[in-house]
Nanobody, 124 residues
Framework: VQLQASGGGLVQAGGSLRLSCATSGLSFSSYVMGWFRQAPGKEREFVSAINRGRSSFYADSVKGRSTISRDNAKNTVYLQINSLKPEDTAVYYC???????????????????WGQGTQVTVSS
């Protein structure tokens, strides 16, 4: 199983980014896909998740300015973040698991598979 995150970069506050996570080696449509982020010196935190039925879930910190989506034909999950803030600066990771339950979507230890991360830096 491989997850490859991409799309990060340096962006000014107020800008937007679209992160992608391409997967291989798993039955993508059967998996819950999550996005997490980790800033220097901080714990990894939940950003968003999308389940098999395409229901989406967001952390309060990004709710209203982020959209998670999945393309099962391309085995890829996306995270669009708008109105970026300096506090969004972090390494963003995608994660996958087939058995994570709704109440555990936000827990990093609920996911078995992880991508390598993509750096997002937001300048003020």
């Amino acid at each position: 199983v491989q997850l490859q995150a991409s799309g990060g970069g340096l962006v000014q506050a107020g800008g937007s980014l679209r992160l992608s996570c391409a997967t291989s080696g798993l039955s993508f449509s059967s998996y819950v896909m999550g996005w997490f982020r980790q800033a220097p010196g901080k714990e990894r935190e939940f950003v968003s998740a999308i389940n098999r039925g395409r229901s989406s879930f967001y952390a309060d910190s990004v709710k209203g300015r982020s959209t998670i989506s999945r393309d099962n034909a391309k085995n890829t999950v996306y995270l669009q973040i708008n109105s970026l803030k300096p506090e969004d600066t972090a390494v963003y990771y995608c994660a996958a698991d087939r058995q994570v339950i709704l109440s555990s979507y936000s827990r990093p230890d609920s996911y078995n598979y992880w991508g390598q991360g993509t750096q997002v830096t937001v300048s003020s």
